[in-house]
């Protein structure tokens, strides 16, 4: 069963602090990884998606890399705009291709 | 603004009833996925289609049901409703079964 596990379920920074999200996973055949924030009461926001061990995408003061059983968001210097939760979700080759999500981190970022 | 609508914004109803959210994927988007969102709860996945014909199905239960009109827009059907289905649901759209999906604002659904 595909299995996707987020670290920490809650972070509290303050503005500037830089530091990571985490996003592990257990798919058998990826098919993509994908990275949402979603503010309370909304609908995830679509950040980026990783296929491969070694991608690398960037959007402003976010980063998201991945390895072959990880995907790590790293937040540069956040503002308090960047409060939100980010949901890290798998898609695994054959069968339906249906996002399994994670439970999400929390962030806060104090002025 | 994601391209993905979905109507109503907030629902009230009470127990036993049925209700019919709707949802208007982005232009040209083939897949629509609808998720339930309970308070304290990921994103759990209900049902999806795929340019009018059923494709996936997680754990939705008997009483909800969906379909794709040959507009690609999608309804689910939620009846004889509990205090328990009320959440937050979903739709996301994408344009083929493989690529990212996008989310609409949800419809929240208070059930008293």
């Known amino acids: 069963e595909d299995q996707v596990t987020q670290s920490p379920e809650a972070l509290r920074l303050q503005e500037g602090e830089s530091s990571s999200l985490n996003c592990s996973y257990t798919v058998s055949g990826l098919r993509g990884l994908f990275w949402y924030r979603q503010d309370p009461g909304k609908g995830p926001e679509f950040l980026f998606t990783?296929?491969?061990a070694g991608e690398e995408k960037e959007k402003e003061r976010l980063k998201a890399t991945l390895t072959k059983k990880e995907s790590f968001l790293h937040i540069t210097a956040p503002k308090p705009e960047d409060s939100a939760t980010y949901l890290c979700?798998?898609?695994?080759?054959?069968?339906?291709?249906?996002?399994?999500f994670g439970r999400g981190t929390s962030l806060i970022v104090h002025p | 603004d994601s391209g993905v609508t979905q109507t109503p914004k907030h629902l009230i109803t009470a127990t036993g009833q049925r209700v019919t959210l709707r949802c208007s994927p982005r232009?040209?988007?083939?897949?629509v996925y609808w998720y339930q969102q309970s308070l304290d709860q990921g994103l759990q996945f209900l049902i999806q289609y795929y340019n009018g014909e059923e494709r996936a199905k997680g754990n939705i239960l008997e009483r909800f049901s969906a379909q794709q009109f040959p507009d690609l827009h999608s309804e689910l059907n939620l009846s004889s409703l509990e205090l328990g289905d009320s959440a937050l649901y979903f739709c996301?759209?994408?344009?083929?079964?493989?690529?990212?999906?996008?989310f609409g604002q949800g419809t929240r659904l208070t059930v008293v």
């Open positions: 990783l296929y491969s």
């Open positions: 979700a798998v898609r695994r080759s054959g069968g339906s291709y249906i996002p399994t």
């Open positions: 232009s040209g988007d083939l897949s």
């Open positions: 996301a759209s994408s344009v083929s079964w493989n690529t990212e999906a996008f």
